[in-house]
T-cell receptor, first 117, second 111 residues
Framework: DAGVTQSPTHLIKTRGQQVTLRCSPKSGHDTVSWYQQALGQGPQFIFQYYEEEERQRGNFPDRFSGHQFPNYSSELNVNALLLGDSALYLC????????????????FGPGTRLTVT | TQLLEQSPQFLSIQEGENLTVYCNSSSVFSSLQWYRQEPGEGPVLLVTVVTGGEVKKLKRLTFQFGDARKDSSLHITAAQPGDTGLYLCAGRIQGAQKLVFGQGTRLTINP
């Protein structure tokens, strides 16, 4: 059973550049959430995608955008990178049951370590 | 302002000792999860608690959800070096889809 996969594992960018991170959810899951984890902190919710639409968004600027594809995989895009965007970016997948009830568990991928210089 | 407060933030104890980590909030959660995270890796789900007062055991780990569903604790009995890691609690607020995380407890078990 394939778990959540993310690519790339590490990335180094310079200020002002744009970056795209990718995520494939766990088999059978249809919902993808993205989190940012700064060093020494807990993950912070960026947004969640279900049925190819953004369902909910955290307190992140419009520079952070995303997309979900018909196969449930997802991308996180960050424009005009700032030094403060350096973090571990985590993707988590989950499953919405019939009737729209969202199961409680989210399963995380290994993350993408983004360094902005 | 941290919605979920974990304590302690750092804990270093000897192998064989017992410990408890706390996760507190003024908000009510529909469920609460505990994760363990190794350096450079994603959090790994340990347990989900849903019902107020619920207690779940995972070998030497005991998880409890507060009666009012505002707090939770993780108790480890006879800690081992393999228990070393970052322990994160995360709550799902009623009606929301996102998880709100605590800042984590970094646990070190010394042989």
């Amino acid at each position: 059973d394939a778990g959540v996969t993310q690519s790339p594992t590490h990335l180094i960018k310079t200020r002002g550049q744009q970056v795209t991170l990718r995520c494939s959810p766990k088999s059978g899951h249809d919902t993808v959430s993205w989190y940012q984890q700064a060093l020494g902190q807990g993950p912070q919710f960026i947004f969640q995608y279900y049925e190819e639409e953004e369902r909910q968004r955290g307190n992140f600027p419009d520079r952070f955008s995303g997309h979900q594809f018909p196969n449930y995989s997802s991308e996180l895009n960050v424009n005009a990178l700032l030094l403060g965007d350096s973090a571990l970016y985590l993707c988590a997948s989950s499953f919405v049951r019939a009737g729209g009830s969202w199961l409680h568990e989210q399963y995380f991928g290994p993350g993408t370590r983004l360094t902005v210089t | 302002t941290q919605l979920l407060e974990q304590s302690p933030q750092f804990l270093s104890i000897q192998e064989g000792e017992n410990l408890t980590v706390y996760c507190n909030s003024s908000s009510v959660f529909s469920s609460l999860q505990w994760y363990r995270q190794e350096p450079g890796e994603g959090p790994v789900l340990l347990v989900t608690v849903v019902t107020g007062g619920e207690v779940k055991k995972l070998k030497r780990l005991t998880f409890q959800f507060g009666d009012a569903r505002k707090d939770s604790s993780l108790h480890i009995t006879a800690a081992q070096p393999g228990d070393t890691g970052l322990y994160l609690c995360a709550g799902r607020i009623q009606g929301a889809q996102k998880l709100v995380f605590g800042q984590g407890t970094r646990l070190t078990i010394n042989p």
